[in-house]
Structures are given as structure tokens and as C-alpha cells.
């Protein structure tokens, strides 16, 4: 009997470093699911096809149950199951905390916590099921400091570095595999939509989403634990372990800070 394609299902893929998540996927003979907010999604199952994929697109806004729920059941209605999940849907929010509108904090936090939570609550039930799958979670190295001027997002993202290390921990005597990717800055849209284009962080040289996803993927199918993409994001990250949180704190605005930006 012929062995059956296997399937990935991928948040945030319309662009970025998900959209290099879904092309390794199909580079690794997944079948795919991809989803995300905007019409964007539907161009990039088109890119992704014309990769040789088999892609269905979801466009729902997964911030909110109603908008994961209809992802979960349209993976549901395809009948089989899900070998890879990657949580990768997120954004950021430059600025004071004080000077942000407070729906655009809500809006980072509902899809960066809300929607990861309940996304993997969904998800790992039916793995745990099977005793089957692999999840990466893309949180990021923005999660082991307090980030001044992008102190909701980095917040966010201390939550996401956290919980995937707790599950992977809950999981240990199954088989599924929890592996958090911590990138540090990557050429995506993020910055700008994160209104971050007037920062040292958003201008500055960034790693390629291609590479970060590549990092990702391979960490993944090798089941590790974290994966923190390129040298100087891994020097980062071991300062963040022993540097004071001041420091840390005084060190993000200093990239953060609107007018930093090099020109
Ligand atoms: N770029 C960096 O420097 C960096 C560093 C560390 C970690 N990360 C993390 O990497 C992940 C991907 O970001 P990226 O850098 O690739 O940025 P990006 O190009 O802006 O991609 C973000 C993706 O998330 C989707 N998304 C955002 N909110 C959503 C929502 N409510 N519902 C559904 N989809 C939503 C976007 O889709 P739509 O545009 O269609 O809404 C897009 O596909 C994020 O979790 C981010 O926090 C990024």
C-alpha cells in the first residue's frame, strides 16, 4: 500500500518566516494547511502550489476561538491527521506601552497568547490521542529580556518561550515533540507592521527567514528542545541569562526606542 502524504499545518504562512516554514515543509513532502488573517494567504498557497504542493488555505483570524475553530475543522473535514503543527502566528507592537492604543496591546496579546494557547490546546489534544506528532512554536529570543519599547510584545513572547517549554516537559514520555524556534531579528514584515521602521531593531541588518526557517524545521524533525537561530542571537540570549533586568531593559531600548533608527 502506498504510504500517505503526511501533513503540516502552518499559522502565520501568508508571509515571513512561516511562509519558509511552508516551503520546508513541501520540500519535505508534507501536504498542507496554511492559515492566516488576511487575503495574503490565498497568494501564498498559490506560491506554495507553484512549489509542487498540495495546499488547502484557511483565512481566519486566529486571535479569536471562532477563527481557530474554523481552522480546526477544515483540517477536521480533511479526515487525517496532523503530523506537524507549527504555532508560528504572531506580532509585534513598537512604542511606549503608555503611547500604544490599547486595542493594538490586545490585538498582540490575543494572537500571540490567546491564539498560541488555545491553537495548541486544540491541536495536542488529538496528538496526545494518537501519541503522534511534532509541534514547533515560534517564540523568540525577544522572550528572555524586558523589552522597553516593545514591552507587550516581548512579554507576549516570555509566555510562548515558557509554555512550550513546559509542555515539551509534559510530554516527555509521549511521542510528540515540542520545539520552541527563538529567532532574534529577521528580514520579515514584522517591524513594519509593528510601526517599528523608525528603530535601531528595524533597520538594522537582519538574519534571512529562510535560514530561521530552515533552522526551525530542522530542530524540529531532529525533536529538540529550542532552537536559537544564527551566533550573535545565540551570544544574545546567553547574555540574557545573566545580565540584571535593568540592563537588559536599558540595552531593548536602546534598539527599540522610536528616532533610533540609523539613517
Ligand atoms: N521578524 C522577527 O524579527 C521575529 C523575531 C522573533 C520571532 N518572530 C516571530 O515570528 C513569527 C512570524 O513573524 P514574521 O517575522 O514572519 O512576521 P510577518 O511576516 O509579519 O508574519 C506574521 C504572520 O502572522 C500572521 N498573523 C498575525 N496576526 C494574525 C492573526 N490574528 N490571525 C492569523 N494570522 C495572523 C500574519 O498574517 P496576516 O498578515 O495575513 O495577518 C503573517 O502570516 C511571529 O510569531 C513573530 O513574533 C519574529
Known amino acids: 500500500m502506498a504510504e500517505r502524504a503526511k501533513l503540516a499545518v502552518v499559522t502565520g504562512a501568508s508571509s515571513g518566516i512561516g511562509l519558509e516554514l511552508a516551503k520546508q ?10 492559515a492566516s488573517d488576511t487575503e495574503e494567504i490565498l497568494e501564498a498557497a498559490a506560491v506554495l502550489r507553484g512549489l509542487g504542493g498540495t ?6 483570524d486566529l486571535a479569536t476561538r471562532i477563527g481557530i475553530d474554523q481552522l480546526y475543522t477544515t483540517v477536521a473535514r480533511q479526515g487525517r491527521p496532523v503530523d506537524v503543527l507549527m504555532a508560528n502566528a504572531g506580532r509585534g507592537l513598537g512604542e511606549a506601552f503608555v503611547d500604544q492604543d490599547f486595542a493594538d496591546i490586545q490585538r498582540v496579546i490575543d494572537t500571540n497568547v490567546f491564539g498560541t494557547t488555545y491553537l495548541l490546546h486544540r491541536f495536542l489534544r488529538d496528538m496526545r490521542n494518537r501519541n503522534e506528532g511534532k509541534v514547533l512554536i515560534t517564540g523568540s529570543i525577544a522572550g528572555a529580556m524586558p523589552g522597553a519599547f516593545q514591552a507587550v510584545y516581548n512579554a507576549t513572547k516570555a509566555y510562548v518561550d515558557s509554555f512550550a517549554y513546559a509542555l515539551r516537559n509534559e510530554l516527555k514520555d509521549t511521542d510528540i515533540t515540542v520545539t520552541c524556534l527563538m529567532p532574534g531579528p529577521t528580514d520579515t514584515d514584522f517591524f513594519e507592521t509593528a510601526d517599528m521602521l523608525d528603530t535601531k531593531v528595524g533597520t538594522d541588518k537582519k538574519d534571512d527567514p529562510a535560514m530561521v526557517a530552515k533552522k526551525g524545521f530542522d530542530a524540529m524533525m ?12 545565540k551570544m544574545q540570549a546567553m547574555m540574557a541569562n545573566i545580565m540584571p533586568d535593568d540592563a537588559l531593559a536599558e540595552m531593548h531600548r536602546k534598539m527599540a526606542q522610536p528616532g533610533t533608527a540609523k539613517h
Open 25 to 34: 515543509c513541501i520540500e519535505h513532502g508534507y501536504d498542507l494547511i496554511i
Open 222 to 233: 531532529r525533536g529538540e528542545g529550542h532552537e536559537v537561530t544564527g551566533f550573535a542571537n
Open 55 to 60: 495546499v488547502e488555505a484557511v483565512q481566519a
